[in-house]
Every structure is written in structure tokens, then in C-alpha cells.
């Protein structure tokens, strides 16, 4: 049964480049309802956003029509520790509550999934039940950051600093999800998953 009340609460997370928003998707394709962190932020500190006024007092010449100007806060808090310590100390509390709100609106679904990019390095493994890891070999990693748009070596160094490696991240999972394959693989492995949870659960 589920430390949190009748759900079962999945952690999803990955280093970056693993496919986590990819295997997102697929969780929701079959039916897990799904509380993405990252994109609960995007809509706090996007237009009209709830944070938009604490991240310019706090970060001036950050944010603008369109929203928190990325780069610019970026370049506020990229290598700065307190200034980043700042940052989560506005956005994290907020998340929390769209957390809380969703919980509510899906009380009645057996499992959830959170979506949580920094699930270890920033003690989420307590709020859920199981961790699911996705991973792949780091040259394939490698090999999708530096092919995102403005990503450099340098970037994708100092975010690997800040992550938990995957191999760490693969020995504390109760679920890996290989994301090396193809894309029906992944979502086999991902249909596997969830059929076995709902069993372990009907069991109970």
C-alpha cells in the first residue's frame, strides 16, 4: 500500500538527456496522470505568471511581457549557489501547491506519477512511493544534450556536476526504464511497468 493515503505515488527522474519527458508521455498514454515540476514552473514564471513579481524583486531585468527572460535569470543564478538557493526558495513552495492541487483532483486514480527532475538532490525520494529511473549509456546522453540548440560542452559538464550520476540514481531505483532503444521499446518497457504496478496493487 501507499505511504500517502490509496495512491500509489511514482517518482519519475533522470539525468538530463535520459528521456524523461519522453517516458512522461508514455505514462500518460496509458492512463497515469502525470504532475510535471518543470512545467508547473513554466507556467508560474510565464506570462501573467503567479512568481513573475517575486523573481523581479528578488532578480531585477529578469522577466518581461512574455514572462521570466530565461537567459537573463540564468545568467543571475548559473554558477551562483545562494542566488540559486534564492530562486527555489520562491518557486519550490509554489510547486508544492500545484502539487497539492493535483493530488485532489486525482484522488481517485491508483497511480500517479511526479515527474521530478531533481527527485535525489533535492530530497523528493520521501514524497513518493517507488522511484523510477530513466537511463541510457552516456555516450548516447552525450550524444543528445550537445545536440540540443545553445547547449556546449561546458553547460552540459556543469549540469552533469549537479546531478546525481546515473549510475547512483539506477542503484537507488525500484524501476529502471533503459531508454537506449527504440521508441516502442521504451514504451513497451513503460506498458510492462504499469500493468505489473496495477497487479501488485489489485493484490493487496
Not at 500500500?1 to 517516458?23: A, D, E, Q, R, Y
Not at 481517485?108 to 535525489?120: C, E, K, S, V
Not at 544534450?145 to 539506477?170: C, N, W, Y
Request: net charge negative; aromatic share 4%; proline share 5%.
Amino acid at each position: 500500500m501507499s505511504t500517502f493515503g490509496h495512491h500509489l505515488i511514482l517518482g519519475l527522474t533522470g539525468s538530463i538527456g535520459m528521456g524523461k519527458s519522453t517516458v512522461a508521455r508514455m505514462f500518460e498514454d496509458e492512463g497515469v496522470p502525470v504532475f510535471d515540476a518543470d512545467a508547473a514552473v513554466h507556467v508560474l514564471q510565464g506570462p501573467g505568471g503567479a512568481l513573475l513579481d517575486a523573481i523581479e524583486a528578488e532578480f531585477p531585468e529578469s522577466t518581461g511581457p512574455g514572462g521570466v527572460d530565461r537567459v537573463r535569470l540564468g545568467e543571475q543564478v548559473f554558477k551562483d549557489p545562494e542566488a540559486l538557493a534564492r530562486l527555489e526558495g520562491i518557486v519550490h513552495p509554489a510547486v508544492a501547491e500545484l502539487r497539492s492541487e493535483f493530488l485532489l483532483e486525482h484522488a481517485g486514480a491508483p497511480i500517479l506519477l511526479f515527474d521530478i527532475p531533481l527527485l535525489f538532490e533535492k530530497g523528493g525520494e520521501k514524497r513518493v512511493d517507488q522511484i523510477v529511473v530513466v537511463s541510457a549509456p552516456a555516450e548516447i546522453q552525450r550524444q543528445r544534450v550537445l545536440g540540443r540548440p545553445g547547449m556546449t560542452a561546458e553547460k552540459f559538464a556543469h549540469i552533469l556536476s549537479l546531478q546525481v550520476p546515473d549510475a547512483d540514481k539506477r542503484a537507488r531505483a525500484d524501476h529502471v526504464i533503459d531508454t537506449s532503444g527504440s521508441l516502442d521499446e521504451t514504451r513497451q518497457a513503460v506498458r510492462e511497468l504499469v500493468a505489473q504496478l496495477k497487479r501488485s496493487r489489485a493484490a493487496d
